[in-house]
Nanobody, 120 residues
Framework: QVQLVESGGGLVQAGDSLRLSCAASGRINSYTMGWFRQAPGKEREFVAGIDWIGGATDHADSVKGRFTISRDNAKNTVYLQMNSLEPEDTAVYYC??????????????WGQGTQVTVSS
């Protein structure tokens, strides 16, 4: 089992950038990793996923071209680079992990989340 801790959230203005980090308690080499978000009053949604080696990624249509997921297995850390932030990106962002190699679908392990607020 892996424990995940997100960091890097904050309050920014529209158009700004943020980089979220997800530090794992153990080695993440075997895990598919993902980022999700949940805005107030909305269901949690998939943002991005990356396979165990970093060779394949997927991003939600709403963030394509603006957000990029990456991973550094040597540091047991996954990142979400967020550029051109919009007020609609305001949400709690969660890091997640699973053994299943598919990038979407259900994930098994979750972090506590980090708040991202984008002002207009």
């Amino acid at each position: 089992q892996v424990q995940l801790v997100e960091s890097g959230g904050g309050l920014v203005q529209a158009g700004d950038s943020l980089r979220l980090s997800c530090a794992a308690s153990g080695r993440i080499n075997s895990y598919t990793m993902g980022w999700f978000r949940q805005a107030p009053g909305k269901e949690r949604e998939f943002v991005a996923g990356i396979d165990w080696i970093g060779g394949a990624t997927d991003h939600a249509d709403s963030v394509k071209g603006r957000f990029t997921i990456s991973r550094d297995n040597a540091k047991n850390t996954v990142y979400l680079q967020m550029n051109s932030l919009e007020p609609e990106d305001t949400a709690v962002y969660y890091c997640a992990a699973k053994f299943n190699p598919t990038l979407g679908g259900e994930y098994d392990f979750w972090g506590q989340g980090t708040q991202v607020t984008v002002s207009s």
